[in-house]
């Protein structure tokens, strides 16, 4: 396992700041505005001699009775056991504070390697008076900045050098990377936290606790995951903060990022138009999806519900039409169990290949039985289909027009593939060539 370091410190000491500075680029929501960074962040960092995982934190307040404070506060601490070894952050524009103090008190109890580093020194001045924190009675002190990246390789240099030896060769894997994606406050953190079993990210029923993407490492079954749990994607118009602007912009990413999405909708609201185009992006990144229709528990049933709701899902969501739907509660745990299998059933046929002669005689069947319509008074004759990727499956087929295949003739197709080879949970994309290879048409597909 790669060494974990995490950053920890005070509300808006730069921590989000030297976070992108070690990553290369921006990734955490870095803002003005104390307490933006709400939870733990992971980043795998490549850039240096020796890779580790970077963990940002939401600021450490030792004493408070707010309680979403007192949650990020728990966030730390977390970290922090997690850690093989932590940078305290402070602010050596503000200079010592008791709450420094209160925490380099904890770091004394803490058996691993601590990093004191006093962030936003930009020169001399600040960095004689960031003496001050010698008061602490550490032997080391690095003085950095962030932001202009003064000091920090050499801090990193000999980061690197208290980090335990690499172990062997880890055992190769495949890891289904899952993001969670959904408007605000329909219980994605709370159901992240009962897919992994305790507390890893801010529950809050406040609408908007999560702002950044938080990834963790997990395995389930013997399988090993990455678990995104994204910010709520807000409409548009709705997004007047810079700060949810940037959380809509990072949920994005982490689709871009995942194999598998889970498009979570609060079962008391019903389908919404903000569902719908969460559920778009998506589809138009071709990525796996499962429906999961949160707080199940909370509707008044009878035996009709479950198909009711299951079409207003199909209804909602016509493009999505091969996205299998778990109706569960997080709050109750009711049917939690099956998510995960059906991420697995989802990433098997995300991953799938069928062999080219497979393929052409379920092809050549497909187009015997049902010819494609005629495309400017000629025949639309095909030779040939070959699988050219996965995640998602993407086929390459070869015919005289390839600019002129009708959609429903392309919707055809897919359902034939579907059936026969059993990718009934996936998205497929279809491309189609001409004799030329720069002759080639190609839209995602969106058949049901």
């Not at 569902?275 to 990144?285: N, W």
Request: net charge neutral; glycine share 6%; aromatic share 8%.
């Amino acid at each position: 396992m790669k060494p974990i370091v995490a950053i920890v410190g005070r509300p808006n000491v730069g921590k989000s700041t030297l976070f992108n500075r070690l990553l290369g680029h921006r990734r955490a929501i870095v803002d003005d505005t104390p307490g933006v960074t709400r939870d733990r962040n992971y980043a795998t960092i490549n850039r240096f001699d020796k890779p580790f995982i970077l963990i940002d934190t939401g600021g450490f307040e030792p004493v408070t009775e707010d309680t979403l404070l007192r949650q990020m506060r728990e966030q730390s601490r977390l970290a922090m056991e997690e850690a093989d070894v932590i940078i305290f952050m402070m602010d050596g524009r503000s200079g010592l504070t008791p709450a420094d103090i209160e925490v380099a008190e904890m770091l004394r109890r803490v058996r691993k390697p601590v990093f004191y580093v006093v962030n936003k020194v930009d020169g001399d001045k600040l960095e004689n008076e960031s003496a001050e924190f010698y008061s602490l009675g550490i032997e080391k002190l690095y003085t950095i900045s962030a932001e202009h990246n003064r000091g920090v390789i050499d801090m990193v240099e000999d980061l690197l050098d208290v980090f335990p030896p690499a172990d062997a060769e880890e055992e190769a894997g495949e890891l289904t990377r899952i993001a969670v994606v959904g408007r605000p406050n329909v219980g994605k953190s709370s159901l992240v936290n009962r897919l992994l079993g305790f507390e890893r990210v801010v529950a809050n029923p406040t609408a908007g606790t999560t702002r950044d993407s938080v990834d963790t490492l997990f395995t389930c079954n013997k399988k090993p995951y990455l678990l995104i749990d994204t910010a709520g994607i807000r409409r548009k118009g709705k997004t007047t903060q810079k700060l949810e602007k940037y959380s809509v912009v990072d949920a994005l990413r982490s689709i871009e990022r995942a194999d598998v999405v889970l498009v979570v909708i609060s079962a008391e609201d019903g389908v919404t138009e903000q569902d719908e185009r969460i559920a778009g992006y998506v589809h138009e990144a071709g990525k796996g999806c499962v429906f999961v229709i949160n707080k199940w528990d909370c509707l008044q049933k009878d035996n009709a519900t479950f198909g009711v709701y299951t079409e207003k899902i199909r209804d909602g969501f016509k493009y999505l039409a091969y996205a299998p739907i778990t109706f569960v509660s997080a709050k109750t745990g009711q049917r939690i169990g099956k998510i995960m299998t059906t991420v697995d059933t989802v990433m098997e046929q995300y991953c799938r290949r069928v062999s080219t002669a497979d393929l052409n005689r379920v092809f050549s069947e497909a187009t015997d039985s049902h010819h494609a319509p005629l495309a400017h008074g000629r025949r639309v004759k095909f030779y040939f289909a070959t699988q050219v990727a996965v995640r998602p499956p993407s086929f390459v087929i070869f015919t005289n027009q390839p600019d002129s295949i009708h959609f429903s003739y392309e919707r055809y197709l897919i359902n034939r593939f579907r059936e026969a080879f059993g990718f009934d949970g996936t998205p497929l994309h279809l491309m189609f060539r001409g004799r030329d290879k720069n002759d080639t048409h190609h839209r995602p597909s969106k058949a049901a």
